[in-house]
Antibody, heavy 126, light 107 residues
Framework: QVQLQQWGAGLLKPSETLSLTCDVC????????CNWIRQPPGKGLEWIGE????????NYNPSLKSRVTISVDRSNNQISLNLTSVTAADAAVYYC???????????????????WGQGTTVTVSS | DIQMTQSPSSLSASVGDRVTITCRAS??????LNWYQQKPGKAPKLLIY???NLQSGVPSRFTGSGSGTDFSLTISSLQAEDFATYYC?????????FGQGTKLEIK
């Protein structure tokens, strides 16, 4: 199965900034969005945000918006996630995932996350 | 935000059983509903997109249905490799939201 490659620091101290990178998430097409999702230990999936690979426009989860930045480096075809001022509540496995329009019906595009990264475990501890 | 509620939260079944998981959205999301399967220690895997479309490579025993607010995922004849946690996700609007998950366990 095709998998995105992601990397970044896995151990942070409280108040530090989490920085992760995801390789080859999409192409220069408006049909691709690169997402970040996280999963605290033993819990469900939480969407962090997305970036359109062509335009660079972003959408963020309101619960994290004040601390999150997602950016795209088109020259290297990579996307990055920065999350500032981390606390223990930010400890989780972080995934990048590509969302693309898999079907279009009457000009409406239906998106789904069809390719995921392997996940990066982030621990926050003093 | 659109809330996604799955039921049941956990389910015990046997190989060969037919099982159905439901997902309800807090408002209409048309057919913008996806289903994912996650096994321990692994990333989620897309099974069904746009409510009823089978992702390439996914066995045909998986079917999805529904529109508006009510959706379901059915596995027609459980195989050993199907025991996992299943999540629904709406792609209708941001923030994208997931159901809380349904853990499918062996009886």
């Amino acid at each position: 199965q095709v998998q995105l490659q992601q990397w970044g620091a896995g151990l942070l101290k409280p108040s530090e900034t989490l920085s992760l990178t995801c390789d080859v998430c999409g192409e220069s097409s408006s049909d691709y969005y690169c997402n970040w999702i996280r999963q605290p230990p033993g819990k469900g999936l939480e969407w962090i945000g997305e970036i359109n690979h062509e335009s660079g426009s972003t959408n963020y989860n309101p619960s994290l918006k004040s601390r999150v930045t997602i950016s795209v480096d088109r020259s290297n075809n990579q996307i990055s996630l920065n999350l500032t001022s981390v606390t223990a509540a930010d400890a989780a496995v972080y995934y990048c995932a590509r969302a693309q329009a898999l079907i279009a019906v009457a000009f409406y595009h239906y998106y789904a996350m069809d390719v995921w990264g392997q996940g990066t475990t982030v621990t926050v501890s003093s | 935000d659109i809330q996604m509620t799955q039921s049941p939260s956990s389910l015990s079944a046997s190989v060969g059983d037919r099982v159905t998981i439901t997902c309800r959205a807090s408002q209409s999301i048309s057919s913008s509903l996806n289903w994912y399967q996650q096994k321990p220690g692994k990333a989620p895997k897309l099974l069904i997109y746009a409510s009823s479309n089978l992702q390439s490579g996914v066995p045909s025993r998986f079917t999805g249905s529904g529109s508006g607010t009510d959706f379901s995922l059915t596995i027609s004849s459980l195989q050993a490799e199907d025991f996992a946690t299943y999540y629904c996700q709406q792609s209708y609007s941001t923030p994208r939201t997931f159901g809380q998950g349904t853990k499918l366990e062996i009886k």
